[in-house]
C-alpha cells in the first residue's frame, strides 16, 4: 500500500461514462462527445481552472479513439522533444499505422517559437493536437496556432460533481473502501478545494491519513483542524500558484495595500510571468473598481504595456505602484453587474426586435416604412438630452445599471434621476 499513488491518480477516470463533470461537452448528445464518436476529431485547446479534468479527458479521448497518446508538459519540455514527438509520430504515419494525439499540458507556458514548432505536424494532420491552459488562449496561443484548433471551456466542478467524487473514492479506492468514513459535513472539504477536483481528493486523502482509525468522522471543524495547517503536503503540483493569484486580486478587492504587495512579491520572487500579473490587474481594474475610478483602468493599461516593454527587475516598481493605486481606489461592481444582469436578459427575452425609431435608414424604403421614424437627435436639445425609450418594447423601463455607493457614482446616479425621473427607479 506505501507504494500506492496519490488517491487523485487512482480515482482517475477511465471513460467518458465515468468521466465527472462537463457534460456540456461529454454529456449526451454534447459537441465534444459527438465528435469522438463520430471518430472526426480536431485539433483543439481545453481551457479551464485546474483540477476540472482537462489532461484525463485528453487521455480519455485517446483511448475511445485508439490513438497513440503522447504527452508533454510545457514546464519542462523545449522545441527539441517537440521535434522528436513529431518524428515518432511521421514514422507512425510512413507506416500507415494511427496517428497518435500530442496533449501539451500549460500549453500557454511555450513560447513563440516552441508553439511555432507544432505548426507544420497540426497542418498536415501528422497529430492531433490536445493543448491544455489555465489562461485565455487568445492572450497566450499564437494566432496561427489557435486558428487550427477548437476552443473548448471547462467548467470548474459544482459541488454535486464533488460530492460524487468523494462518495466513487469511498467506495470504489482500494484504501478508503476498507475503511468506515462517515462525512457528516462536507462544506469545508468543497470550500478548500475551491472547485478543483484533484486538490479536493488530496486533501480527503491528507484528512484520512491523520487518523490511524479504521472508523472516521469527518466534520468541517476537524477539516479545517487537520489540513489548514498541513496545505504545502498536498501542493505538489502546482495548484498554490492558483491560491496566491487568488489571494492577491482578493487582497485588492479588499483595499488592503499591505495584503496586495505581499502576495505580489511573493508571484515575483516564484518567477511569476509579470504580464500575466498585470494582464489580472487589468481585469480588476474593471471588475472591481470600475466607474468608481476609471483611471485606475487607464492605469492598468499603461502599467501592462510597460511591463511589456521593459521586462525584469524594474517592472517590479511599475506593478508596485498599480498594486498600491488598484488597492487604495474606490471600490464599485456595478459595471460588472451590469453587463451580467444585460447578458442574462438577453438569454431569457431573446432576439427582440430593434425599436423602429432606433433603426438605421440608408435606403428610402427604409425610411417610408418607418426606419427612424420619431427619432431625436440628443444634441439638438437642452442639456443634449431626449426622452426616448432605448431598449426593446418588450423590456422596456428594464434598470441594468445600479451605480454604486461612491463619490463619482452617486454623481451620476443623481444625474441619472434628474435625466430619466422614474423611469429606470434611480
Known amino acids: 500500500m506505501i507504494n500506492l499513488p496519490p488517491l487523485a491518480e487512482r480515482m482517475r477516470p477511465k471513460s467518458l461514462d465515468d468521466y465527472v463533470g462537463q457534460k456540456h461537452l461529454v454529456g449526451p448528445g454534447a459537441v465534444l462527445r459527438k465528435a469522438i464518436e463520430a471518430g472526426t476529431l480536431p485539433s ?46 511521421s514514422l507512425l504515419k510512413e507506416e500507415g499505422q494511427t496517428l497518435p494525439i500530442l496533449f501539451i499540458d500549460e500549453i500557454h507556458r511555450f513560447s513563440k517559437s516552441q508553439q511555432d514548432s507544432l505548426l507544420g505536424a497540426v497542418e498536415r494532420g501528422i497529430v492531433t493536437l490536445i493543448g491544455a491552459t489555465t489562461e485565455n488562449p487568445s492572450f497566450e496561443v499564437i494566432s496561427a496556432l489557435l486558428s487550427r484548433c477548437q476552443v473548448y471551456i471547462l467548467k470548474a466542478l459544482d459541488e454535486d460533481d464533488l460530492v460524487s467524487m468523494l462518495k466513487k473514492a469511498q467506495k470504489e479506492d482500494v ?22 477536483g484533484r486538490k479536493l481528493l488530496n486533501i480527503f486523502e491528507l484528512l484520512v491519513n491523520a487518523f490511524d482509525s479504521k472508523s472516521i468522522t469527518i466534520t468541517n471543524k476537524i477539516v479545517l483542524e487537520h489540513v489548514q495547517q498541513n496545505m504545502a503536503l498536498y501542493d505538489k503540483a502546482g495548484e ?34 509579470p504580464l500575466f500579473i498585470a494582464r489580472r490587474m487589468l481585469i480588476l481594474a474593471s471588475e472591481d473598481i470600475g466607474n468608481a475610478n476609471p483611471n485606475a483602468l487607464l492605469l492598468a493599461q499603461s502599467c501592462f504595456e510597460a511591463v511589456n516593454k521593459i521586462g525584469m527587475p524594474e517592472s517590479q516598481l511599475i506593478l508596485s505602484q498599480t498594486v ?9 461592481n456595478s459595471a460588472t453587474t451590469a453587463i451580467g444582469a444585460a447578458m442574462e436578459l438577453v438569454r431569457r427575452t431573446g432576439d427582440l426586435p430593434v425599436p423602429l425609431h432606433l433603426r438605421n435608414a440608408p435606403t428610402k424604403l427604409m425610411k417610408n416604412i418607418g426606419y427612424g421614424k420619431d427619432y431625436k437627435y440628443a444634441h439638438n436639445y437642452d442639456n443634449n438630452f431626449v426622452d426616448l425609450d432605448f431598449l426593446p418594447l418588450e423590456v422596456k423601463g428594464t434598470k441594468l445599471y445600479d451605480p454604486g455607493n461612491n463619490a463619482r457614482e452617486n454623481e451620476a446616479k443623481e444625474k441619472l434621476k434628474k435625466l430619466w425621473g422614474n423611469r429606470y427607479g434611480y
Open 44 to 89: 483543439m485547446i481545453f481551457w479551464g481552472p485546474p483540477g476540472v479534468g482537462k489532461t484525463t479527458l485528453a487521455y480519455i479521448i485517446s483511448q475511445s479513439l485508439y490513438r497513440p497518446f503522447f504527452a508533454l508538459s510545457a514546464i519542462n519540455s523545449g522545441v527539441k522533444d517537440v521535434r522528436e514527438v513529431i518524428e515518432k509520430a
Open 175 to 196: 484504501v478508503l473502501s476498507k475503511k468506515k468514513i462517515n462525512i457528516k459535513e462536507h462544506e469545508a472539504l468543497l470550500r478548500l478545494s475551491g472547485g478543483d
Open 240 to 273: 498554490q500558484h492558483y491560491d496566491i493569484i487568488s489571494a492577491f486580486i482578493k487582497s485588492m478587492r479588499g483595499s488592503d495595500p499591505n495584503g496586495a504587495v505581499y502576495w505580489l512579491a511573493r508571484m515575483l520572487v516564484g518567477g511569476e510571468d
Open 324 to 332: 498600491i493605486y488598484l488597492a487604495t481606489s474606490p471600490k464599485s
